[in-house]
Nanobody, 123 residues
Framework: QVQLVESGGGLVQAGGSLRLSCAASGRAASSYAMGWFRQAPGKQRELIAVISSLGGRTLIVDSVKGRFTISRDNGKNTVFLQMNSLKPEDTAAYYC????????????????WGQGTQVTISS
């Protein structure tokens, strides 16, 4: 079992920055690929970024490329999503997911999910 807890969300003005954290606990948490998704009201959940277990491989979707960065600190079992140049359309609940297989996280079928953290960007 792996437990995921997101933090770092909040209300910021457009153009600002936030750094989300996803703390993983449980057996061999650092061996899991992890990713970030978001879901805005009335919209489907969408993939944002994924990072491999050792951090050597990352995927960032085009809509946030150049503004968002994913990283991880396996010593702290934590994955980060650095979000810069935030826009009102980035407003959503952000979720962390984990799975042993990178592609499974990418496909939105990760075995473990956090409860989410709300990000609200004001114009």
């Amino acid at each position: 079992q792996v437990q995921l807890v997101e933090s770092g969300g909040g209300l910021v003005q457009a153009g600002g920055s936030l750094r989300l954290s996803c703390a993983a606990s449980g057996r061999a948490a650092s061996s899991y690929a992890m990713g970030w998704f978001r879901q805005a009201p009335g919209k489907q959940r969408e993939l944002i970024a994924v990072i491999s277990s050792l951090g050597g491989r990352t995927l960032i979707v085009d809509s946030v490329k150049g503004r968002f960065t994913i990283s991880r600190d396996n010593g702290k079992n934590t994955v980060f999503l650095q979000m810069n140049s935030l826009k009102p359309e980035d407003t959503a609940a952000y979720y962390c997911a984990a799975d042993r297989i990178f592609a499974t996280v990418v496909n939105g079928r990760g075995e473990y999910w956090g409860q989410g953290t709300q990000v609200t960007i004001s114009s």
